[in-house]
Nanobody, 121 residues
Framework: QVQLVESGGGLAQAGGSLRLSCASSGRNFNNYAMGWFRQAPGKEREFVAVIPSSGATTYYADFVKGRFTISRDNAKNTVYLQMSSLKPDDTAVYYC??????????????WGQGTQVTVSS
């Protein structure tokens, strides 16, 4: 029932910027935190950033602090990742994530299809 669709990826030079978007459909996610993860070829998926439903506070992985900004527009059911000062190490597929808590400690995970970000030196 829930679909998350990322967009905005592409090719950037080192030091450049990209803005990723994640649009939701099928369910209103406004009551839940949303996050971004990324995965490079041959490596495990890693956490990038998370934003609560209120948008008041955010949390970032150390390797993107000061460079990336997560935000959300609840009226549009959309979450964003503004990426600046990009580095070649940022090259990965970026995924939007929604975690919905359920009964007995269950967590229901929803993922987008991913969008490719490539940064050249």
């Amino acid at each position: 029932q829930v679909q998350l669709v990322e967009s905005g990826g592409g090719l950037a030079q080192a030091g450049g910027s990209l803005r990723l978007s994640c649009a939701s459909s099928g369910r209103n996610f406004n009551n839940y935190a949303m996050g971004w993860f990324r995965q490079a070829p041959g490596k495990e998926r890693e956490f990038v950033a998370v934003i609560p439903s209120s948008g008041a506070t955010t949390y970032y992985a150390d390797f993107v602090k000061g460079r990336f900004t997560i935000s959300r527009d609840n009226a549009k059911n959309t979450v964003y990742l503004q990426m600046s000062s990009l580095k070649p190490d940022d090259t990965a597929v970026y995924y939007c994530h929604l975690a919905v808590p359920g009964d007995l400690g269950r967590v229901y995970d929803f993922w987008g299809q991913g969008t490719q970000v490539t940064v050249s030196s």
